[in-house]
């Protein structure tokens, strides 16, 4: 498990930028939120699909290296959709 704890930070780091980006937007400008988070899950999905893709041009422990941090950037995106999916489904539940 030595080494790989970067990864293991980015992916939390991708969580949390999703979830605080959540938390703002629904203060600030709730009737935009989910367009605005739709548009940056999906960025961010394009974006560790590239790097993944980048990856396999170069090859090596370099390639291999960039194919985990957009694994990384993915696993972090997917589990903030999930716990900000989660947060609105209490939400919604304690406003009936």
């Known amino acids: 498990m030595a080494g790989f704890e970067v990864f293991i930070y980015i992916a939390l780091g991708v969580t949390l930028l999703l979830v605080i980006s959540s938390i703002i937007l629904q203060k600030s400008i709730p009737e935009k939120k989910t367009q605005l988070l739709k548009f940056g899950y999906l960025g ?19 390639g291999i290296g960039y194919g985990f941090m957009a694994v990384s950037i993915f696993v972090g995106t997917v589990l903030g959709v999930l ?3 989660m947060v609105n489904s209490v939400i919604l539940s304690k406003n009936r």
């Open 44 to 62: 961010l999905l394009v974006i560790s699909i590239g790097i993944f893709i980048f990856s396999f041009y170069i090859g090596a422990w370099e």
């Open 83 to 85: 716990i900000n999916s």
